[in-house]
């Protein structure tokens, strides 16, 4: 591919609990400017304090959510919506009730569709339909992946379902009772799908992410590294906390 690499902005915050409020603040003029807007949601550790200020600056600073549109990254394959481990359960707890969204506007991937591969196809046309992502959250795995897209995903791929890497599901281990119990297949956004958003925001905070940042904005831009996609968006920041910072430039 000939795109020619463009760096994402990093701004570097004071601590973790400052970069949440930096990506909330981003998220919450979104929404402010353009209330109609269609918003790329992900789940994680990571966003839960971006979530908790924007539900405060829902309830405290007339944040209205009602009329956004989200569509959510991905969610694992064979978890029910009511799975307290599901993404759809987690937006519903961490953010859509309690910030006032319109539950009939917000969309997360069914990991229970009876058939993945057609769906997966009806999630990016909806997401078309909408006229397309303004802006999505991002975060980051320790492997590099973005959303569910493992290392070794082509940069131009689409919604699709996917086998988690082992190292996504011993992560995401600390969420279930084992590891057994985190499901090996997810359905994701491509690396496609999620560069088609017009502005990307990616947020990493702690030591343990900083290889994966340097790795992301300094490295070769290929599919081992699902992050440095990135350096192929006109229009993305890169939100950290000083750890998640530390190892860029070495
Ligand atoms: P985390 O996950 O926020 O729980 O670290 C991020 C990711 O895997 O994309």
Wanted: proline share 5%; glycine share 6%.
């Amino acid at each position: 591919m000939n795109t020619p690499m463009i760096s994402p902005n990093v701004v570097v915050c004071d601590s973790s609990a400052d970069a949440a409020r930096y990506v909330a603040d981003l998220l919450a003029s979104a929404i402010r400017s353009q209330p109609e807007m269609i918003l790329g949601l992900a789940t994680g550790g990571t966003p839960v304090d971006v979530y908790r200020e924007l539900i405060r600056q829902h309830r405290e600073a007339d944040l209205d959510c009602s009329r956004v549109t989200s569509f959510n990254l991905d969610e694992y394959v064979g978890l029910p919506s009511a799975h307290p481990q599901s993404y759809r359960y987690f937006m519903q707890q961490h953010l859509f009730k309690e910030a006032g969204f319109s539950s009939a506007n917000t969309h997360v991937p069914d990991g229970m569709a009876a058939d993945l591969d057609q769906y997966a196809k009806q999630y990016e046309q909806l997401i078309s339909q909408s006229g397309g992502i303004d802006l999505q959250l991002l975060g980051i795995g320790h492997n590099g992946h973005i959303a569910f897209n493992e290392p070794g995903s082509a940069m131009e791929s689409r919604t699709r379902v996917v086998e988690l890497a082992e190292e996504t599901i011993n992560a995401n281990s600390r969420f279930f009772e084992s590891t057994d119990e985190v499901p090996r297949r997810a359905i994701t956004m491509g690396i496609g799908t999620i560069l088609e958003a017009r502005k990307i925001v990616l947020m990493a905070t702690g030591e343990s992410k900083a290889a994966a940042i340097a790795d992301a904005l300094e490295g070769v831009c290929d599919p081992s590294n699902p992050a440095s996609a990135l350096q192929r968006h006109a229009n993305a920041v890169v939100v950290l906390d000083p750890p998640a910072a530390s190892r860029l430039g070495s």
